[in-house]
């Protein structure tokens, strides 16, 4: 079979970035959604033909398929430890000074979210983050919500790199499952961190849970569960712990997928998983559901916060399992948008035409 073009400007791709050496800072190999991004961010790269590694303390994790290939541990994330190179990559904010020692030409800051605008850090911890935006190095944004914010408050320009996405993993079920009078609804995320939502999502939902006789079925996704939220729904399905390639046959379980998060969410990663799943979605009225479906499309928007349009929201897709299917596919075109190769050549643009 021929080539397509859009095989050849790959290709094309490949020979401008062979040989270019790109090093990523990280303080932790933990099953986060913003580590997995990082790790798709080098194997992006390197099918373009990049050398690229991953460096952290933590030890290699084996719940991303292909990390060994990329991965280095080091006792620390000190200069004397990590290997010169053309592009470094810091992901958070102490890792931004190493990655500016030990890049010979270019540094960048990796940001998934506007660290010193949560009011839970301590004030020192926040100077710290707020002071890194303000180092010598390339700001690299999942969202476009983020360029304005890094530009008004710091006053420099940023380099917007699309989520990296396999929709070709995240699709929808082959059939779709029988419909029994109950609807299936998935939260993801820490019951503790306000940025989530996930506290104030459940405690609105509930009362919907007991007035339908348990017509909601709550399916909770996350690393643990805290025992103010098991005290509250006990009856929640929960899946902790839960490898990436195992997420999408998860989320094509689910009717609907609800994003609760606060405007301080840098993107809503699992709404776009779900989205590529097929998966009508309610999600809040923030700027970075706003970037991902800008024209509701996909998903019914709420006010953070609001219980009472939260129940409603829900309510009203449980009842219109047609709505649900017109919102499903919207969002799968959107999520067909979001590639691993769009990222790695979005970022190729960033390392060899930085902002002057």
């Known amino acids: 079979m021929a080539p397509t073009g859009h095989g050849r400007r790959w290709e094309s791709s490949r020979e401008e970035s062979s040989g270019l050496r790109v090093a990523y800072l990280l303080p932790g190999a933990a099953l986060y959604g913003g580590v997995k991004v990082v790790f798709q961010h080098a194997r992006a790269l390197s099918r373009l033909g990049v050398e690229v590694t991953v460096h952290s303390p933590d030890p290699c994790p084996d719940w991303f398929e292909g990390a060994r290939a990329f991965y280095r541990q080091v006792p620390a994330l000190e200069r004397r430890f990590l290997p010169r190179v053309e592009v470094a990559v810091g992901t958070l904010a102490p890792t931004v000074v190493p990655a500016i020692e030990i890049a010979e030409r270019l540094a960048c800051h990796l940001c998934q979210g506007y660290e010193p605008g949560h009011d839970t850090l301590e004030a020192g911890a926040r100077e710290v983050m707020r002071a890194a935006y303000d180092l010598p190095a390339l700001k690299l944004v999942v969202s476009p919500h983020l360029l304005r914010t890094v530009r008004d408050r710091h006053g420099v320009e940023a380099r917007w790199i699309p989520q990296p996405f396999e929709p070709h993993l995240f699709r929808p079920p082959e059939r779709e499952r029988a419909d029994d009078g109950r609807l299936r609804v998935l939260v993801s995320g820490h019951w503790e961190l306000e940025v989530k939502g996930v506290a104030w999502c459940m405690r609105a939902l509930r009362p919907l849970f007991e007035r339908t006789g348990g017509g909601i079925e709550l399916v909770r996704l ?101 709505l649900r299917g017109r919102l499903g596919v919207a969002g799968r075109a959107i999520a067909e948008t979001y590639t691993e190769r769009r990222t790695a050549e979005a970022l190729m643009r960033a390392f060899r035409r930085p902002p002057t």
């Open 222 to 322: 996350s690393l643990d569960a805290d025992d103010e939220e098991v005290a509250l729904w006990p009856e929640a399905a929960r899946h902790r712990h839960v490898p990436p390639a195992e997420v999408p046959a998860l989320l094509q379980g689910v009717d609907l997928c609800i994003g609760p998060s606060s405007p301080l969410e840098g993107f809503g990663l699992l709404a776009l998983e779900a989205m590529g799943c097929g998966r009508a979605c309610v999600l809040t009225d923030i700027p970075s559901h706003r970037d991902l479906d800008p024209d509701s499309e996909a998903s019914i928007k709420v006010p953070f916060g609001d219980g009472p349009a939260l129940r409603q929201a829900v309510e009203r897709l449980w009842r219109d399992r047609d």
